[in-house]
């Protein structure tokens, strides 16, 4: 197999996973396919340099967040124009409705959760990373990746089922996200 197909098969094997990853971080599906296409583009100036080609996924995730942050940081320095104005020239981005209901909800609330937690659930909710390979990710210590996973769910939970509404609706959605919330300290 040469270089162009090992390439074209590493993009198939996780394109998916990597774009899905960059929606739950940036919410909007141009950023999120110029964070794709910047992971692979980085993989295929620099890929050659990684000795253990077990870690490819975990190589290309770090990538991705990193391109992320950066990113981040370029936009709270340089300020940005009001958008309303050209709102009906953006891409949307609409999941399959039978399919993504419940996940669309969750999406939506993660958005409100504090940036510092985002990655960290996302990682292990969304792509089911370890809490070691978070920590190796997202460069932090896996206690902090136990932590901010525990607060992150904290705030979703706040997020998807207020207090005050009915319990006959709180109950509906607890069906409906049992596994999301289940207890990140119990399998390690």
């Known amino acids: 197999m040469n270089s162009t197909d090992q390439f074209e098969a590493l993009v198939r094997e996780h394109h998916e996973s990597l774009y899905r990853f960059a929606m739950s971080l940036t919410r909007a599906e141009s950023d999120a396919q110029d964070l794709t296409q910047q992971t692979f ?3 295929a100036t620099k890929g050659h340099q990684l000795r253990d080609t ?3 996924k975990t190589w290309l995730f770090t990538t991705l967040h990193r391109a992320f942050l950066n990113a981040r ?3 709270i320095r340089i300020p940005h124009d009001d958008l309303e104005g050209v709102s009906e020239q953006l891409p949307t981005f609409s999941p399959e409705p039978g399919n993504h209901m419940d996940s669309s909800e969750v999406l939506s609330a993660l958005t409100r959760v504090d940036e510092i937690y985002q ?9 089911d990373y370890s809490y070691k390979d978070i920590a190796l990710i997202l ?3 896996m206690g902090t990746v136990k932590s901010r996973i525990a607060r992150g ?3 979703l939970r706040e997020i998807l089922l207020p207090h005050d509404e009915a319990p006959e609706r709180v109950s509906a959605e607890r069906d409906l996200s049992s596994s999301l919330f289940q207890e990140p300290f119990g399998g390690f």
């Open 41 to 43: 583009y980085v993989w």
């Open 54 to 56: 077990s870690k490819v």
């Open 119 to 127: 990655a960290a659930v996302a990682l292990f909710y969304l792509e």
């Open 139 to 141: 460069q932090v210590p």
């Open 73 to 75: 940081r370029r936009q």
């Open 153 to 155: 769910i904290g705030q």
